[in-house]
């Protein structure tokens, strides 16, 4: 187990088990895994072009939804008209984080802690860690948030992995609910009905068991997403021609902080923990 500097244009490092498991991560992007090798396959898509881009939004790897998932119906903060409105996803994806390492759980830090820039839009002092443990066919996460204010501190938390696929029509996807809620039109649909048309593009939550998972009859793997309450809301996304689907879990829907609906406030000098995992499969 070791971590080494890999690319110094692009402050990509990598965490590895052997030659091939490993991740590749980027701390000055919002912590972003960028990809994730298993038993020598790549599990994760990742634009590089577009990552090189520092003006466009990523696409691809593992981007962290803190402290909201999706956006906000509102014109003005609702902290107040002394602070800028949150933007998509909030703002964790879009800053530089701390990491260590320990050798002996075969494990990766990653730290965000309150700055000038959160406070532009976020009113509160507060510890984000995410411990990932590498393991053969499996990642796994251990999210810890601290609030370090001294009143209530509401977050919403998520994980952006996009997978890669063979295409679109060799996916199976399992575990699903009957229903779900396209977030492009706010309307609530069959799950199935609206997984026939992830070619054309879907953005879907659902509120899931706590398992969300699909196989590629191609590829001959099932990836499995396991992420239990409050973390078990599960969006589905595609974006087509891009061969790849995200997976998604989060604590709560969009604009969670403006109706209250699932949001999470952590009491003063108290934490809040999540977990999560990926599971890889072989269907051979």
Known sequence: MKVNFVDN???????????????KFCPKRGGLITNWVSEGKEILYFDEKRFIDKTKSVRGGIPILFPICGNLDASNSVFGKDYLQL??????????????????????YLFLNESKKTKKYYPFDFELKIKVFLKINC??????????????MPINFGLHPYFNISDFKNLEFINNPLNCQDQERNTISNTSDELNKINLGVDLLMYTSGISSFRDKIFKREVILNHPYPFDLGVIWSDPPRRMICL???????????????????????????????????LE
């Open 139 to 152: 990642l796994e996460f251990e999210i810890t948030i601290f609030n370090k204010t001294d009143v209530a």
């Open 248 to 282: 998604e879990p989060w604590t709560s829907p969009r604009n969670s902080f403006v109706d209250g609906f699932r949001n999470i406030m952590i009491p003063s000098n108290d934490t809040k923990r999540l977990n999560a995992s990926i599971q890889i499969k072989s």
């Open 9 to 23: 244009k692009k402050d990509i490092y990598v965490f590895q088990l052997d030659e091939e498991n490993y991740i």
């Open 87 to 108: 933007t998509q996803h909030g703002f964790a994806r879009d800053l530089q984080w701390q990491y260590s390492f320990n050798e002996n759980e075969k494990s990766l």
